[in-house]
Nanobody, 122 residues
Protein backbone atom coordinates (compact mmCIF):
# COMPACT_ATOMS: atom_id res chain seq x y z
CA UNK A 1 0.00 0.00 0.00
CA UNK A 2 1.49 3.31 -1.10
CA UNK A 3 1.74 5.97 1.58
CA UNK A 4 2.87 9.57 1.25
CA UNK A 5 3.38 11.56 4.44
CA UNK A 6 4.10 15.29 4.31
CA UNK A 7 5.73 17.28 7.07
CA UNK A 8 7.46 20.60 7.60
CA UNK A 9 4.61 23.06 7.28
CA UNK A 10 4.05 25.88 9.72
CA UNK A 11 3.65 29.59 10.25
CA UNK A 12 6.33 31.88 8.86
CA UNK A 13 6.66 35.59 8.19
CA UNK A 14 6.79 36.93 4.66
CA UNK A 15 10.31 36.60 3.29
CA UNK A 16 10.98 33.53 5.39
CA UNK A 17 11.68 29.93 4.41
CA UNK A 18 10.27 26.49 5.00
CA UNK A 19 11.27 23.03 3.85
CA UNK A 20 8.55 20.49 3.24
CA UNK A 21 9.23 16.77 3.20
CA UNK A 22 7.28 13.92 1.63
CA UNK A 23 8.14 10.43 2.87
CA UNK A 24 7.01 7.74 0.44
CA UNK A 25 6.60 4.03 1.09
CA UNK A 26 4.85 0.96 -0.23
CA UNK A 27 6.48 0.47 -3.63
CA UNK A 28 9.47 1.39 -5.76
CA UNK A 29 9.05 4.68 -7.58
CA UNK A 30 11.41 4.25 -10.53
CA UNK A 31 9.81 5.94 -13.51
CA UNK A 32 7.39 7.89 -11.34
CA UNK A 33 7.12 11.62 -10.85
CA UNK A 34 6.69 13.28 -7.50
CA UNK A 35 4.78 16.55 -7.43
CA UNK A 36 3.74 19.21 -4.98
CA UNK A 37 0.35 20.85 -5.21
CA UNK A 38 -1.28 23.43 -3.00
CA UNK A 39 -4.82 24.44 -2.24
CA UNK A 40 -5.96 27.63 -0.57
CA UNK A 41 -9.47 27.92 0.91
CA UNK A 42 -12.07 28.40 -1.81
CA UNK A 43 -9.55 27.82 -4.60
CA UNK A 44 -8.68 24.93 -6.88
CA UNK A 45 -5.74 22.65 -6.22
CA UNK A 46 -2.75 24.24 -7.96
CA UNK A 47 0.42 22.68 -9.34
CA UNK A 48 3.62 23.86 -7.66
CA UNK A 49 6.52 21.68 -8.80
CA UNK A 50 7.43 18.17 -9.93
CA UNK A 51 10.53 15.97 -10.16
CA UNK A 52 11.25 12.51 -11.49
CA UNK A 53 12.10 10.00 -8.78
CA UNK A 54 14.95 8.83 -11.04
CA UNK A 55 16.80 11.41 -13.08
CA UNK A 56 17.00 15.17 -12.80
CA UNK A 57 13.98 16.48 -14.70
CA UNK A 58 12.01 19.12 -12.84
CA UNK A 59 9.11 21.46 -13.54
CA UNK A 60 7.83 24.52 -11.69
CA UNK A 61 4.82 26.77 -11.73
CA UNK A 62 5.70 30.27 -12.88
CA UNK A 63 4.56 31.70 -9.58
CA UNK A 64 7.27 29.83 -7.63
CA UNK A 65 10.18 29.75 -10.08
CA UNK A 66 13.33 31.15 -8.53
CA UNK A 67 11.90 30.85 -4.99
CA UNK A 68 11.07 27.14 -4.58
CA UNK A 69 13.33 24.17 -5.23
CA UNK A 70 12.12 20.58 -5.51
CA UNK A 71 14.48 17.71 -4.79
CA UNK A 72 14.44 14.07 -3.70
CA UNK A 73 16.61 11.60 -1.85
CA UNK A 74 16.09 8.22 -3.45
CA UNK A 75 17.91 6.38 -0.66
CA UNK A 76 15.34 7.72 1.81
CA UNK A 77 12.39 7.61 -0.61
CA UNK A 78 11.75 11.20 0.43
CA UNK A 79 11.00 14.28 -1.61
CA UNK A 80 11.49 17.87 -0.54
CA UNK A 81 10.22 21.32 -1.38
CA UNK A 82 12.50 24.13 -0.25
CA UNK A 83 10.49 27.33 -0.15
CA UNK A 84 12.31 30.65 0.12
CA UNK A 85 11.14 34.26 -0.05
CA UNK A 86 7.68 33.18 1.00
CA UNK A 87 4.75 35.48 0.32
CA UNK A 88 1.30 35.64 1.94
CA UNK A 89 -0.18 34.32 -1.30
CA UNK A 90 1.80 31.10 -0.79
CA UNK A 91 -0.49 30.30 2.15
CA UNK A 92 -2.20 26.98 1.44
CA UNK A 93 -2.44 23.32 2.29
CA UNK A 94 0.47 21.68 0.48
CA UNK A 95 0.14 18.13 -0.82
CA UNK A 96 2.65 15.76 -2.34
CA UNK A 97 1.55 13.29 -4.98
CA UNK A 98 3.10 10.69 -7.23
CA UNK A 99 2.20 9.29 -10.62
CA UNK A 100 3.62 7.89 -13.82
CA UNK A 101 3.55 11.12 -15.79
CA UNK A 102 4.24 14.76 -15.09
CA UNK A 103 1.19 16.93 -15.33
CA UNK A 104 -0.06 20.21 -13.90
CA UNK A 105 -3.46 18.52 -13.66
CA UNK A 106 -3.90 16.96 -10.23
CA UNK A 107 -6.10 14.17 -11.66
CA UNK A 108 -3.03 12.67 -13.35
CA UNK A 109 -1.54 11.58 -10.03
CA UNK A 110 -2.35 8.26 -8.44
CA UNK A 111 -1.29 8.68 -4.84
CA UNK A 112 -1.62 11.60 -2.44
CA UNK A 113 -0.53 12.58 1.03
CA UNK A 114 -2.77 14.18 3.63
CA UNK A 115 -1.28 17.65 3.27
CA UNK A 116 0.69 20.03 5.46
CA UNK A 117 -0.41 23.60 6.18
CA UNK A 118 1.79 26.53 5.24
CA UNK A 119 0.77 29.94 6.51
CA UNK A 120 2.72 33.07 5.57
CA UNK A 121 1.96 36.19 7.56
CA UNK A 122 2.51 39.68 6.16
Amino acid sequence: QVQLVESGGGLVQAGGSLRLSCAASGRTFNGYWMAWFRQAPGKERQFVAAIRWSGSSTAYAESVKGRFTISRDNAKNTGYLQMNSLKPEDTALYYCATGLKMSVDYSAYDYWGQGTQVTVSS
